[in-house]
């Protein structure tokens, strides 16, 4: 059975400080997903990561993935308030690309 | 990107009523998904809903509680039926549009049984 462990479930933050969320998987996968979700919205897409070794950036937010280790990361850099939010991790299963094993999601918050 | 439009976007249902949700899709795509998300949680699959089959169930939903549309490349429906208060939850349809590598989400469907 695939699993997806997300930790921490909890951050808070500092404004300007680095953190990292980890999001490990249980078994073989053919991509990784990191979406991002508001309070009482859906979820946006932030990274697709498809190969051992990616890594794909979008402003403060830097995504990897090992393959080998199972294990993708989602780096915070200098984060500020607006990052505050749900951060989910998935994965697929099954062969196809919308069957998704979700991680139970960070809760981030950014403190001034 | 693919551009999933969903409706309504929430609703406050009476137990025992059912509730119909629709996923209009901008492009044709092979596979439409449907996913539950319960107050404080994470997605949990519901069913994967192909054009001209019977939809896939994951384990712990049943078609009788959960039946499935998918009349065209487009379009699919998910209808909660004889809701209970333990229905309440998001509901999301998702695609993979093709060639995109990508699974895009609706807006989501916000209900809340009384």
């Known amino acids: 059975e695939l699993k997806v462990e997300q930790n921490p479930l909890f951050l808070s933050m500092q404004e300007g400080k680095n953190y990292t969320i980890y999001c490990n998987y249980s078994?073989?996968?053919?991509?990784l997903y990191w979406y991002r979700q508001d309070p009482g919205k859906s979820l946006e897409s932030l990274f697709v990561l498809l190969s051992n070794g990616a890594v794909k950036q979008e402003g403060r937010l830097m995504a990897s993935l090992d393959t080998k280790a199972r294990l993708s990361t989602l780096h915070i850099t200098a984060a500020v308030h607006d990052l505050s939010a749900t951060y989910f991790c998935?994965?697929?299963?099954?062969?196809?690309?919308?069957?998704?094993?979700f991680g139970k999601g960070t809760k981030l918050s950014v403190k001034p | 990107s693919a551009v999933i439009s969903q409706k309504p976007s929430r609703d406050i249902c009476q137990r025992g009523t059912s509730l119909t949700i629709q996923c209009q899709v901008d492009s044709q795509v092979t596979m439409m998904f449907w996913y539950r998300q319960q107050p404080g949680q994470s997605l949990t699959l519901i069913a994967t809903?192909?054009?001209?089959?019977?939809?896939?169930?994951e384990s712990g939903f049943v078609i009788d509680k959960f039946p499935i549309s998918r009349p065209n490349l487009t379009f699919s429906t998910l209808t909660v039926s004889n809701m209970s208060p333990e229905d309440s939850s998001i509901y999301l349809c998702s695609t993979n549009a093709r060639g995109f590598g990508e699974a895009f989400f609706g807006q989501g469907t916000r209900l809340t049984v009384v």
């Open positions: 078994t073989t996968s053919d991509r």
């Open positions: 809903a192909n054009q001209g089959s019977e939809a896939t169930y």
């Open positions: 998935a994965v697929t299963y099954g062969g196809s690309q919308g069957n998704l094993i």
